[in-house]
């Protein structure tokens, strides 16, 4: 494929808007998985496929995108959903993989290790015991989330060492624990309305957390 045709791809990526982040304010699980299914999850097929495409050059091994589904929801409506890409096929939830996805009030875009990781315990040793090069890996302004369910993220900013080991140990012993680690974007940020700027974001974070990405991979 030519540069332009690259380019011009790119340049007719849909960003997220109003609308988008309304979905979660639905009433009921059908509509808004019907919103869901209907705004969003076409943009996160475009904006995926460039990502999986991106991270595969940098990974060094192919790449694979994953959209939520939701399907065991069965009541309650589900307050975000997200994209995802690892190295496996048939599922993200048991390796390391990189997410972007939306709350009602803001993206997110992780690098995510979550409860479902079997081998978590030898990925936060691994961190641990190099854990001078996993903060120093991590840029100023990145969050930090023990669960991917709730909004709240620390600001790794505010962090000291003290703070990092005790994040990696609660990963390592807890088992419901989570390690993600990455960025949030307000819903009100402009940036989010042009899909390349948003690709563009996305592909600088996960530049940055690149390495704690293969490192983990190292101990899956």
Same mark, same amino acid.
């Given at each position: 494929?030519?540069?332009?045709?690259? *380019?011009?791809? /790119?340049?007719?990526?849909?960003?997220?808007?109003?609308?988008?982040?309304?979905?979660?304010?639905?009433?009921?699980?059908?509509?808004?998985?019907?919103?869901?299914?209907?705004?969003?999850?076409?943009?996160? /097929?475009?904006?995926? *496929?460039?990502?999986?495409?991106?991270?595969? *050059?940098?990974?060094?091994?192919?790449?694979?995108?994953?959209?939520?589904?939701?399907? /065991?929801?069965?009541?309650?409506?589900?307050?975000?959903?997200?994209?995802?890409?690892?190295?496996?096929?048939?599922?993200?939830?048991?390796?390391?993989?990189?997410?972007?996805?939306?709350?009602?009030?803001?993206?997110?875009?992780?690098?995510?290790?979550?409860?479902?990781?079997?081998?978590?315990?030898?990925?936060?040793?691994?961190?641990?015991?190099?854990?001078?090069?996993?903060?120093?890996?991590?840029?100023?302004?990145?969050?930090?989330?023990?669960?991917?369910?709730?909004?709240?993220?620390?600001?790794?900013?505010?962090?000291?060492? *003290?703070?990092?080991?005790?994040?990696?140990?609660?990963?390592?012993?807890?088992?419901?624990?989570?390690?993600?680690?990455?960025?949030?974007?307000?819903?009100?940020?402009?940036?989010?309305?042009?899909?390349? /700027?948003?690709?563009?974001?996305?592909?600088?974070?996960?530049?940055?957390?690149?390495?704690?990405?293969?490192?983990?991979?190292?101990?899956?």
């Amino acid at each position: 494929m030519t540069t332009t045709q690259t *380019e011009l791809q /790119r340049s007719h990526l849909d960003g997220f808007t109003h609308a988008d982040f309304g979905v979660f304010r639905l009433e009921g699980l059908d509509e808004r998985m019907k919103g869901i299914q209907s705004l969003i999850q076409p943009k996160f /097929r475009m904006i995926g *496929e460039k990502l999986a495409e991106e991270l595969a *050059e940098r990974s060094g091994h192919e790449m694979f995108l994953h959209i939520a589904k939701h399907a /065991r929801r069965t009541v309650n409506a589900p307050k975000d959903t997200w994209l995802s890409i690892c190295g496996n096929k048939r599922g993200y939830k048991a390796h390391p993989h990189f997410q972007l996805g939306l709350f009602d009030d803001h993206v997110f875009i992780w690098l995510a290790l979550i409860y479902e990781v079997p081998n978590k315990k030898a990925i936060a040793a691994a961190y641990l015991d190099q854990m001078d090069e996993v903060i120093g890996a991590v840029p100023t302004g990145y969050k930090l989330s023990l669960d991917h369910m709730k909004k709240d993220a620390a600001d790794t900013g505010l962090m000291d060492d *003290e703070a990092w080991k005790t994040a990696l140990i609660r990963f390592r012993d807890v088992q419901k624990a989570e390690l993600l680690i990455g960025r949030h974007i307000a819903a009100d940020d402009l940036m989010l309305r042009d899909g390349e /700027r948003l690709l563009d974001f996305a592909l600088e974070t996960y530049d940055a957390l690149m390495p704690l990405y293969k490192l983990a991979c190292s101990r899956s």
